[in-house]
């Protein structure tokens, strides 16, 4: 006998009938892949390096490096979200830090330790560690950055 009190088959249990899915299963199978999803989200962020996790919107400063890293007269160019920095060792205790990317064609900026210049290598625009520009086609400065360290790790934040 079935649920309706006859000997006759059941619509959901006949050869060839199809079975039509109810609200009860809709709402399970959304649940189950609710929870994959979910699962597989929390596994990507954690998986993901947290360097591109990092944000100017979120973070006040971003660690760049161990002090020791960087020697006298070099530098590093970092990313911090869509911003590219160019952080400068200029002496023994001083730090500076510029926007890395030249106003006029996007190209990475790079360091000249021996005339103490950040130099555009594609459209030859020489600024000062100021941002200021020295020569070249354009009037527009770079953007710069405080530098501070703390616990021997060296910090950018934004002006």
């Known amino acids: 006998m079935n649920e309706r009190g006859s000997d006759a088959p059941d619509a959901r249990t006949a050869p060839g009938v199809r079975w039509a899915r109810g609200l009860n299963e809709r709402l399970l199978g959304g649940i189950v892949l609710l929870t994959l999803v979910l699962i597989v989200l929390g596994a990507w962020f954690y998986l993901t390096p947290e360097d591109y996790l990092q944000t100017p919107e ?3 400063a971003l660690r760049v490096t161990r002090v020791g890293e960087i020697p006298v007269g070099g530098s590093r160019v970092v990313t911090w979200g869509p911003r590219t920095i160019l952080v400068v060792r200029h002496t023994e205790k001083e730090y ?3 926007g890395g990317l030249s106003p006029i064609d996007g190209c990475i900026l790079r360091w000249d330790a021996p005339s103490l ?3 555009s290598p594609c459209s030859f625009v020489v600024y000062d560690l100021d941002g200021s ?3 070249g086609n354009t009037m527009v ?3 710069r950055y405080s530098v501070f360290v703390r ?3 060296l910090y950018v934040t934004g002006t």
């Open 141 to 143: 400065p770079l953007q």
């Open 96 to 98: 500076a830090a510029v």
């Open 151 to 153: 616990h021997g790790d």
């Open 58 to 60: 979120l973070q006040p």
């Open 133 to 135: 520009v020295v020569r």
């Open 117 to 119: 210049r950040v130099v």
